[in-house]
């Protein structure tokens, strides 16, 4: 009794045994999987490396270290977007060269049928995947969040300040309410700089009233409350009265209230859910966080999915020709489901449909797009 498994007998949803067939289409699938991650890493860094130097700041005559240190801390974000790019690619490589080589032949004489080496080859895709969540993405993120601060400090603004978009946060209780905007936020010391404070009072009835603004040149959050430095403050009908300094009663937590302030995509994987948590608490929308979580968790699924498409449209012998052809199609097919996620994603931001099925729709088409294709290749 032979351990070779006859194509008749293989069922593609029995996950198969490693054999040395297996192990050795993954080992060249990793091969290629490194080649296309190289070369599509050094053409992110190449591009961020233009882009940094002839960028905004470009004035402050940063060195060349400076220049790549900041490529560095830009640079991971934006490949770990494109990682399903080299899935695609790479296992679309991997398996033209076995072709090319004549090995698929040999393995489709010998009976092997594709799915025993497709679906293991894919399990890694899946598995790479969840490591590219768990530990790379985090790591992107930060670097993303680093690489913001630095580029603040590197090209002239003031020391420690962040300064991408407006911060907006709401806080409060049953008789008041506020809304506080700050042009930017300064790291080191945790202030808020060019805020701006509208207090609302709250009747009986549940109605709200605006009762006064504030605007100061900083607001500084601790112990409970907030510290206001260069403080001009006018309620209705009255004068504009200047204040050195002037306390306002907070009922935030002083590192929950600045964690707010970041992107989503400077939010780590793992913060996403607390950060979903206080954002949602302090009275302002979740939706590009809950979709960047969801986003996240489909990210297995993506890789998966694209090892699976690149693999359908590369088995074709090279006798019966057309895999030039069918390898372009492959990657029309590739760069469209980005778009799509990208459609998807805007869509799920502007809440026109759930974020979960924003993030879920284009890699579940896809993958499933792989497999009936798959099927009609090996199975007719």
Known sequence: MTETTSSAAYSP?????????????????LRALAVALGVISALVMLIDFVEVSRGPGSSADLSAVQIFGLVLLKSPAVIVTLLPFVFLFGTLFAYVRLNRRSEL???RAAGVSAWRFVLPAAGMAVAMGVLAVAVLSPLASTADGLWRSERARLTGAAPGVEAAEAIWLREGDAQRQMVIRAAGQDRATGRLLNTTFFIYTTD???????????????AALSSG???????????????AVRYATLDLTSNLADREAFDRFARPQSTPFWSLPNQIRRIEDAGFTSTAYRLQFQQGLATPLVFGAMSILAAAFSLRLMRLGDVARMSVFAVVLGFAFFF???????MGSAEVVPPVVAAWLPPVLTALAALTLLFYTEDG
């Open 105 to 107: 032949i040999a393995l």
């Open 225 to 239: 409350r907030w510290r206001l430095v260069d403080a001009v403050g006018a309620q209705i009908g009255q004068k």
């Open 204 to 218: 009986d009835e549940g109605r709200r009233t605006f009762n006064e603004r504030i605007d100061a040149r900083s």
């Open 13 to 29: 949803f029995r996950w198969p045994a490693l054999g040395r067939i297996e192990r050795y289409v993954l080992v060249q699938q």
């Open 340 to 346: 799509m996620t990208q459609v998807s994603a805007a």
